[in-house]
């Protein structure tokens, strides 16, 4: 049986790209159950937020350690309007912008004043992927904060005290 030099010309196409697509279909499939974190792929990779406690966060803030960086993940203006004595504005966002401005070598300590955490846990995951190792979650957040009664700055802050 003759076949049309189209046809013919098909079946050497799909039998060259054929046997590619199905090896680079397994290779994909390879990478499916990890990530990359900072340019380097790591398998099965899961994202667990560490936690740090209000008191412990206090105790660093008393002794003025300069090893912590506290950081609000809420929209700028809410900063601006109270926050933590020496926090930091870092807004939640869908992608983080690069470079990231935070420090490498200090702890950052996240919060926002979510109901569990989602701003402050999602931004912690996002600085985990783009190298940042020690980052961690302010364990009942903002409300925790205001909760113990702990000091704000802010231009609330000031207003309450008047």
């Known amino acids: 049986m003759k076949h049309s030099p189209v046809k013919r010309l098909t079946w050497l196409v799909a039998g060259l ?47 003025k350690s300069d090893s912590v960086i506290i950081v609000d993940t809420g929209a700028y203006l809410i900063w601006e309007d109270e926050r933590i004595p020496g926090a930091v504005s870092y807004p939640w966002v869908h992608n983080l912008a690069m470079p990231v401005t935070l420090p490498r070598g200090k702890t950052l300590v996240l919060y926002c004043a979510c109901n569990d955490h989602e701003d402050s846990v999602d931004m912690a995951q996002k600085l985990s992927l783009v190298g940042y190792l020690d980052v961690k979650v302010l364990e009942g957040g903002w409300f925790k904060w205001q909760d113990l009664e702990y000091p704000t700055v802010g231009l609330s802050a000031v207003t309450a005290s008047e």
């Not at 290779?27 to 792929?41: M, P, W």
């Not at 412990?56 to 002794?63: A, P, V, Y």
Request: charged share 25%.
């Open 17 to 63: 790209v054929g046997p590619f697509v199905l090896a680079t279909a397994g290779f994909a499939q390879e990478f499916s159950e990890g990530t990359f974190i900072d340019g380097e792929y790591v398998e099965n990779y899961v994202y667990v937020p560490e936690f740090m406690s209000p008191e412990e966060l206090k105790g660093h803030m008393d002794d």
